[in-house]
């Protein structure tokens, strides 16, 4: 088992950024598990049944197979989509049924790298509980909102910025207060509020973090 990072948080927070900026530093292979759920979601969609049906996504969630290219489908990035996620995502079974992948990613990273990061609601607390650094980012509200708008317009989708604060909100709510892996942060997690923080801030905090728990430095 190679070195493990988690890094959680709710939506537009910014820790696919950084996941994605610490893996590149460490050389560790990268798994944004949002977008299985996302996956999920959208596959429940596109065979017309609702993401809120347990049963319906609970077989979409067993019939996945990330290693196909779902995972980069452009779709996955639309409002619909995280919304459909975090429906599916309330549901055990569909939790139970891609947990197993997101650990053999974690033991095994693909292309033999000596170590993974993987970004969700709940690596620190249920897929890696024993991750060598956990790191929990967040920020207002309102700021992860302008920048999901902020994102989303320069992808070219349009989006109305009281729709997606409310969207938010209401994925915030649903995330948190459900009762399978609710989104929260581990005891041991250190909390990264990048409310007033650039990118390249957030970064400088988890490098130091990292190399705190576990020795590591960036690859020069
Ligand atoms: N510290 C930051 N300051 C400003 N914008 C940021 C910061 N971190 C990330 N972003 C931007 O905010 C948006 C959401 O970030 P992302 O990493 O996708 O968040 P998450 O993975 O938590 O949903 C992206 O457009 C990203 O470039
Ligand atoms: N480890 C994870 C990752 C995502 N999710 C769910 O999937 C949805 C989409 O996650 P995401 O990380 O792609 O969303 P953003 O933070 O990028 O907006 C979230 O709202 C959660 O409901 C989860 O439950 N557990």
């Known amino acids: 088992m190679g070195l493990v990072i988690a890094i959680d948080g709710p939506a537009a927070s910014g820790k696919g950024t950084l996941a994605k900026r610490v893996a590149k530093a460490f050389g560790f292979a990268h798994l944004d598990t949002g977008a299985l759920y996302r996956a999920v979601g959208i596959s429940v969609l596109r065979a017309g049944g609702d993401p809120a049906d347990a049963a319906a996504a609970a077989r979409a969630a067993r019939d996945l197979h990330p290693e196909d290219g779902i995972l980069a489908d452009p779709d996955l990035r639309t ?13 055990p079974e569909v939790r139970a049924a891609l947990l197993d992948f997101q650990r053999r ?79 929260r942060p581990a005891a041991d997690a250190f909390v990264l ?12 905090a988890a490098i130091d973090h990292i190399g705190s728990k576990t020795g590591l430095g960036p690859r020069a």
């Open 79 to 91: 409002d619909e989509a995280a919304q459909a996620a975090s429906k599916v995502a309330a549901v």
């Open 193 to 204: 509020d990048t409310s007033a923080l650039s990118a390249d801030q957030a970064f400088d």
């Open 105 to 183: 990613f974690a033991e095994r990273p693909p292309g033999g790298a000596p170590g993974s990061v993987l970004d969700g609601r709940d690596i620190g607390t249920v897929v890696c509980p024993s991750a060598d650094a956990k790191l929990f980012v967040t920020a207002s509200v309102e700021v992860r909102a302008e920048r999901r708008l902020k994102e989303l317009r320069e992808r070219g989708i349009p989006a109305i910025p009281s729709d997606v604060l409310e969207d938010m909100k209401a994925r915030d709510a649903r995330d948190s207060q459900r009762t399978v892996a609710p989104l």
